[in-house]
């Protein structure tokens, strides 16, 4: 079924690989309700909801389209909820807020049915994807040095290094040296051994405890927010919320977008400029994220910590369906979850290996020709400086067609790169991000 000896990999691997993306990844049930609660939504009901979205669009991704890739609500896009929708409008309840998601997501399954995002992916320039895989690679690795206070924030330069005395930092660092140790002895599993070794040291050392016990039953404390799909898009027109329905629907796009298209030119699975599958596995965050809305969540996108996954050998959806099973059983031991979630030093030496891994794609980039090359650098640059997958590709749709125009090439530029270079403009100009 997810035809392992034609991607060269096996059962033990592809489980693996799963448990590794889901541990990197499963930090999301504990910040995402913490986020989202801002708004005033149940911290249970975002838990439970947060979970089901990331079941429905990860088995999607694993059954129909056997790709090693990890759906969950997105970070940015529920901050963007939370605080510019709801935060900043008075009279948009979460409610209504969710209203615009599931409107979103129903635009955004109509969209992955037909030819348009496929022909998407196959419209991105070369050099632009490469700029994408190295971005994602340089983003992922920074959330790592970030979270564990490696690297920390400054009055004057932004960033400056962190306090590498502090207890986060220096568990993140003997993580970081025994995965790499491993690695570099050619360990299988590596990635996830470094991450069981750093949790059995941080409990040891009194750093990861349970103090609020291991099991919880989750629940939905407001049942379904949207019962009535016609009340959805009536509250859209009543409140006018066509910009935030357009956000939604334009972020998310090329979010899930860049990172399939990163991920899986990271496990070679393109097959040349075009993503195998690619409608199946763009339907798995369009279903996903209007399921998540029904329940309580913002919206969904491909998840980059996917990529450590692919980093210790998932090459199929088994490793998806890995991903989902344990995020199934996550939400029976909320305490535990939380527990372990909550110390980022765990995770965050798979995130920055991984982040070397990817940074490769660089090699690939042309970087003797200053039109394709400079599109790929301010991708590659906007990525981890504006903590958005997104804004990275967008800068990089705006100034290749502008390189291309002055270079008297203009014809070499695919009609829809121009279409979405004016949309990202007009979003980064005019709509808040």
Not at 138 to 155: K, N, Q, V
Not at 261 to 282: C, D, F, H, I, S
Not at 342 to 366: D, E, H, Q, R, Y
Request: no cysteine; net charge negative.
């Amino acid at each position: 079924m997810f035809k392992l000896k034609e991607n060269h990999t096996n059962v033990k691997t592809e489980i693996l690989a799963g448990i590794t993306t889901f541990l990197t990844m499963v930090y999301v049930v504990v910040v995402n309700p913490i986020i989202l609660s801002d708004a005033g939504v149940p911290f249970e009901q975002v838990f439970a909801a947060t979970i089901i979205a990331t079941v429905i669009g990860t088995l999607w991704m694993g059954l129909a389209a056997n790709y090693p890739i990890g759906i969950a609500p997105g970070m940015g896009l529920n901050a963007y909820f939370a605080y510019s929708v709801v935060g900043a409008h008075t009279e948009i309840t979460y409610q209504t807020a969710f209203a615009a998601v599931f409107v979103a997501g129903i635009l955004f399954i109509i969209l992955s049915l037909t030819p348009f995002r496929q022909k998407l992916i196959e419209a991105i320039p070369e050099n632009l994807k490469h700029g994408i895989t190295a971005g994602i690679g340089l983003f992922i690795a920074f959330i790592g040095l970030r979270m564990t206070g490696i690297i920390a924030d400054h009055p004057s330069n932004l960033v400056a290094l962190g306090d590498l005395h502090s207890p986060s930092a220096i568990l993140a660092l003997i993580g970081l040296a025994i995965t790499l140790i491993l690695l570099a002895l050619n360990v299988n599993g590596a990635l996830f051994i470094g991450m069981i070794a750093t949790g059995i040291i941080a409990y040891f050392s009194g750093h990861l405890s349970f103090d609020q016990g291991f099991v919880s039953m989750p629940s939905l404390p407001e049942g379904l927010i949207i019962v009535n799909p016609i009340d959805a898009f009536l509250d859209v027109i009543h409140y006018g919320l066509y910009a935030v329905v357009f956000s939604f629907l334009l972020v998310t796009i090329f979010d899930t977008t860049g990172t399939m298209v990163g991920v899986a030119e990271q496990a070679g699975l393109m097959k040349g400029n075009t993503l195998p599958r690619a409608r199946q596995a763009l339907l798995a965050d369009s279903i996903a994220t209007t399921a998540g809305a029904v329940f309580g969540t913002s919206p969904t996108s491909a998840y980059i910590e996917s990529s450590s996954g692919v980093a210790a050998g998932g090459r199929t959806g088994l490793t998806s369906v890995t991903v989902a099973i344990l995020f199934i059983i996550a939400a029976f031991f909320g305490p535990l979850v939380g527990a372990v979630s909550g110390l980022s030093a765990i995770t965050a030496p798979a995130l920055i290996i991984v982040g070397s891994l990817m940074i490769g794609s660089v090699t690939n980039i042309k970087w003797n020709e200053i039109d394709e090359a400079f599109p790929a650098f301010l991708i590659i640059l906007s990525m981890p400086l504006t903590s958005s997958i997104a804004t990275g590709i967008a800068l990089g749709f705006i100034s290749y067609p502008l390189m291309k125009i002055v270079k008297g090439k203009w014809s070499e530029v695919h009609p829809l790169v121009y279409l979405f270079a004016v949309l990202f403009f007009f979003q980064l100009a005019y709509l808040p991000h």
